[in-house]
């Protein structure tokens, strides 16, 4: 079974550049979340898909970063102006959802932002 | 707001030593427990997890007893080998449910021989 996939995995931009990240989660999960995780601290949750719908976008800063999901399968995360503050690691994850409130995420490698 | 806290690395320990790993946590109600790990070059993959007072979860060796009277969910194993070098994260989950996950800031192992 092929794991969720992210690209790119290295991105170098300077500020106020534009960004975009791919995920393609595991093949029939229907829940993608979108985590970031700046250096020396633990994953933070940006978003949350339930197939095309968002579940929760509470702590995603929607002045600048956006992410969607059109279909229900893919996703993709945009930053739009870049800030120093948005580099770090974003990683995608997936879950089914007969395993819904379990806690089993399954992470891509992620795809690491350097803003310059 | 959910939070945790676990023990700052990295941790070097010598091949077949004893390994804690230190998880507190605050939250309201119930939620359930988790220990992701990460090693070199791969994603964050669940460990074990818990999801109620003094239940153990457990897995490749590592143990961990969801502990309500003292917030804590402790990382174990009796002897390390080189191959638990990775970045260990505690986590919890919102008890209302949907998995989300608020993570720990990670503790680096580091296992020599």
């Known amino acids: 079974e092929a794991g969720v996939a992210q690209s790119p995995r290295y991105k170098i931009i300077e500020k106020r550049q534009s960004v975009a990240f791919w995920c393609n989660p595991i093949?029939?999960?229907?829940?993608l979340y979108w985590y970031q995780q700046i250096l020396g601290q633990g994953p933070k949750l940006l978003i949350q898909?339930?197939?095309?719908?968002?579940?929760?976008d509470s702590q995603l800063p929607k002045d600048r970063f956006s992410a969607e999901r059109l279909k229900g399968v893919d996703s993709t995360l945009k930053i739009q102006p870049a800030k120093l503050e948005d580099s770090a690691v974003y990683l995608c994850?997936?879950?089914?959802?007969?395993?819904?409130?379990?806690?089993?995420?399954?992470f891509g490698e992620g795809s690491r932002l350097t803003v310059l | 707001g959910n939070s945790v806290t676990q023990m700052e690395g990295p941790v070097t320990l010598s091949e077949e030593a004893f390994l804690t790993i230190n998880c507190t946590y605050t939250?309201?109600?119930?939620?359930?427990l988790f220990w992701y790990v990460q090693y070199p070059g791969e994603g964050l993959q669940l460990l074990l997890k818990a999801t109620k007072a003094d239940d153990k979860g457990s897995n490749k060796g590592f143990e961990a007893t969801y502990r309500k009277e003292t917030t804590s969910f402790h990382l174990e194993k009796g002897s390390v080998q080189v191959s638990d070098s990775a970045v260990y994260f505690c986590?919890?989950?919102?008890?209302?449910?949907?998995?989300?996950?608020?993570f720990g800031t990670g503790t680096q192992l580091k296992v020599e021989l």
């Open positions: 898909f339930q197939n095309n719908g968002v579940v929760d």
């Open positions: 939250a309201t109600g119930y939620p359930s």
């Open positions: 093949s029939g999960h229907a829940t």
């Open positions: 994850a997936s879950s089914s959802s007969d395993r819904a409130n379990t806690g089993e995420l399954f």
């Open positions: 986590a919890l989950s919102d008890p209302g449910g949907g998995n989300k996950l608020t």
